[in-house]
């Protein structure tokens, strides 16, 4: 049958693109590829070049590192150098000693680490780590998805070279992705055996476990528990939407303040990951959804979720927790409204395409919890009105009669109408502050 040919493919990219992670996925390529290095040099580390895209660099610059206590692409790279399993993937970082932290930090205070912009590669994602030794240095590249390796060099003789392909994101997945619909991704998520599908309650169990984490305060802006807290004190209310808002920039707080534990990803992002997860499970506790229909709404979160960034660059100036959530959109409505899922799905994702879309990213920060914020609560306020029947018109913005090309937009918008933002946002961060040494 054609739908278990186009089920399949399905499955085989959530495969692909709902992984975990432990720290954001930036820094976590730079650590990947300085660990695939280290492993080639068959002696101790003594110094580290990196080189990244200048939108690895954006994202890399100021998140913190799982485990390390410190910001940035430096600590990835050291620590990843001298004691990252590059086995693990994007994992590579979890179960870092205190030692390899210790060490890291000193090679990094010793200026014995740099980072630079590699200016003339071609790739939207690119880490390369030239990693040296007392006799022997290896170089190794990593581009277009964060642990695809394209090359291994030791003292300039090549190891290790890979056809030059887009890793998990080439041409022949995108063109599937675009050929779905939103009726196609329903279908799928509601009839697919539940067997099929049983990998994806590991997005919930990771990405809730990270909620909770993120309720202690020990995290970033702490953002979440700060809401709970004035929860308590009266002046927000326990409504849902706030319990979703909360549950899922917990998660956020969490990994984006270097929490010791993995996030379960989407499209390659941690955030996108939990945004595409959380607010569903806070609506599947709250309608006492059976075991089925959580997993049968969390699969259609992240399957929408996949299709609509099927049509945004890999990395941008376009915040993708906004598609991300246009994934939950579709999760909470369906939850909510299983009857006339396909039109309360269309209505809320044209409401958001309304709304939110064209958030700037600036880079990966704690602030990332914000935006988060920002959309989750713009999927939840356009899922309330979906349930009415009400969404923005089709004559309004971006904004079009038909949902799929709704996100169809949403993708110009970004591809092409944002590509000068992108470069004024990185030249924003590389020279501010500048005047305070």
Same mark, same amino acid.
């Given at each position: 049958?054609?739908?278990?040919?186009?089920?399949?493919?399905?499955?085989?990219?959530?495969?692909?693109?709902?992984?975990?992670?432990?720290?954001?996925?930036?820094?976590?390529?730079?650590?990947?590829?300085?660990?695939?290095?280290?492993?080639?040099?068959?002696?101790?580390?003594?110094?580290?070049?990196?080189?990244?895209?200048?939108?690895?660099?954006?994202?890399?610059?100021?998140?913190?590192?799982?485990?390390?206590?410190?910001?940035?692409?430096?600590?990835?790279?050291?620590?990843?150098?001298?004691?990252?399993?590059?086995?693990?993937?994007?994992?590579?970082?979890?179960?870092?000693?205190?030692?390899?932290?210790?060490?890291?930090?000193?090679?990094?205070?010793?200026?014995?680490?740099?980072?630079?912009?590699?200016?003339?590669?071609?790739?939207?994602?690119?880490?390369?780590?030239?990693?040296?030794?007392?006799?022997?240095?290896?170089?190794?590249?990593?581009?277009?998805?964060?642990?695809?390796?394209?090359?291994?060099?030791?003292?300039?003789?090549?190891?290790?070279? !890979? *056809? @030059?392909?887009?890793?998990?994101?080439?041409? #022949?997945?995108? $063109?599937?992705?675009?050929? %779905?619909? /939103? =009726?196609?991704?329903?279908?799928?998520?509601?009839?697919?055996?539940?067997?099929?599908?049983?990998?994806?309650?590991? !997005? *919930? @169990?990771?990405?809730?476990?990270?909620?909770? #984490?993120?309720? $202690?305060?020990?995290?970033? %802006?702490? /953002? =979440?528990?700060?809401?709970?807290?004035?929860?308590?004190?009266?002046?927000?209310?326990?409504?849902?939407?706030?319990?979703?808002?909360?549950?899922?920039?917990?998660?956020?707080?969490?990994?984006?303040?270097?929490?010791?534990?993995?996030?379960?990803?989407?499209?390659?992002?941690?955030?996108?990951?939990?945004?595409?997860?959380?607010?569903?499970?806070?609506?599947?506790?709250?309608?006492?959804?059976?075991?089925?229909?959580?997993?049968?709404?969390?699969?259609?979160?992240?399957?929408?979720?996949?299709?609509?960034?099927?049509?945004?660059?890999?990395?941008?100036?376009?915040?993708?927790?906004?598609?991300?959530?246009?994934?939950?959109?579709?999760?909470?409505?369906?939850?909510?409204?299983?009857?006339?899922?396909?039109?309360?799905?269309?209505?809320?994702?044209?409401?958001?395409?309304?709304?939110?879309?064209?958030?700037?990213?600036?880079?990966?920060?704690?602030?990332?919890?914000?935006?988060?914020?920002?959309?989750?609560?713009?999927?939840?306020?356009?899922?309330?009105?979906?349930?009415?029947?009400?969404?923005?018109?089709?004559?309004?913005?971006?904004?079009?009669?038909?949902?799929?090309?709704?996100?169809?937009?949403?993708?110009?918008?970004?591809?092409?109408?944002?590509?000068?933002?992108?470069?004024?946002?990185?030249?924003?961060?590389?020279?501010?502050?500048?005047?305070?040494?």
């Amino acid at each position: 049958m054609m739908a278990n040919a186009t089920w399949n493919k399905m499955i085989e990219i959530m495969k692909q693109d709902v992984i975990p992670a432990t720290g954001c996925t930036e820094p976590v390529s730079m650590a990947f590829a300085a660990a695939t290095a280290a492993r080639y040099l068959g002696e101790p580390v003594q110094s580290i070049a990196a080189r990244v895209s200048a939108n690895l660099m954006k994202n890399g610059m100021g998140v913190m590192v799982p485990g390390t206590g410190r910001p940035g692409l430096y600590i990835a790279a050291a620590v990843g150098a001298l004691g990252g399993n590059p086995d693990k993937g994007l994992q590579v970082l979890s179960g870092i000693s205190q030692d390899v932290v210790d060490q890291g930090a000193a090679m990094v205070d010793d200026g014995r680490v740099t980072v630079q912009i590699a200016k003339e590669v071609p790739y939207v994602l690119y880490s390369e780590a030239i990693v040296k030794g007392a006799s022997h240095t290896v170089k190794v590249c990593v581009a277009n998805a964060h642990t695809h390796v394209i090359s291994i060099e030791k003292d300039g003789t090549s190891v290790f070279s !890979a *056809e @030059e392909t887009d890793g998990d994101n080439g041409q #022949e997945k995108i $063109t599937f992705l675009q050929s %779905l619909c /939103i =009726a196609d991704i329903v279908d799928f998520a509601e009839q697919v055996p539940l067997e099929e599908i049983a990998f994806m309650k590991k !997005a *919930e @169990e990771l990405n809730d476990r990270l909620s909770k #984490e993120g309720l $202690t305060g020990k995290y970033g %802006l702490h /953002i =979440a528990a700060s809401l709970a807290k004035q929860q308590e004190s009266g002046l927000i209310g326990k409504d849902l939407q706030t319990q979703v808002l909360i549950r899922t920039v917990s998660a956020a707080d969490a990994r984006m303040g270097g929490a010791p534990f993995p996030a379960m990803t989407n499209s390659g992002s941690g955030n996108q990951g939990i945004s595409a997860t959380q607010p569903v499970v806070a609506i599947a506790d709250h309608v006492h959804a059976s075991a089925e229909k959580r997993l049968r709404a969390i699969v259609l979160s992240h399957m929408t979720a996949i299709y609509a960034h099927s049509f945004l660059p890999k990395l941008s100036a376009f915040c993708a927790t906004i598609t991300a959530s246009m994934g939950a959109a579709a999760g909470m409505a369906w939850l909510m409204d299983k009857d006339h899922a396909v039109e309360t799905i269309s209505r809320a994702i044209c409401s958001m395409t309304g709304e939110a879309v064209g958030m700037v990213c600036d880079g990966a920060a704690n602030s990332c919890a914000m935006k988060v914020a920002t959309a989750c609560t713009s999927a939840f306020r356009a899922v309330l009105l979906a349930l009415e029947g009400t969404r923005v018109g089709g004559n309004d913005g971006l904004v079009s009669f038909d949902v799929n090309e709704c996100i169809r937009n949403v993708g110009c918008l970004a591809c092409q109408g944002m590509q000068q933002t992108d470069d004024e946002v990185l030249q924003i961060m590389l020279h501010k502050n500048q005047e305070n040494g």
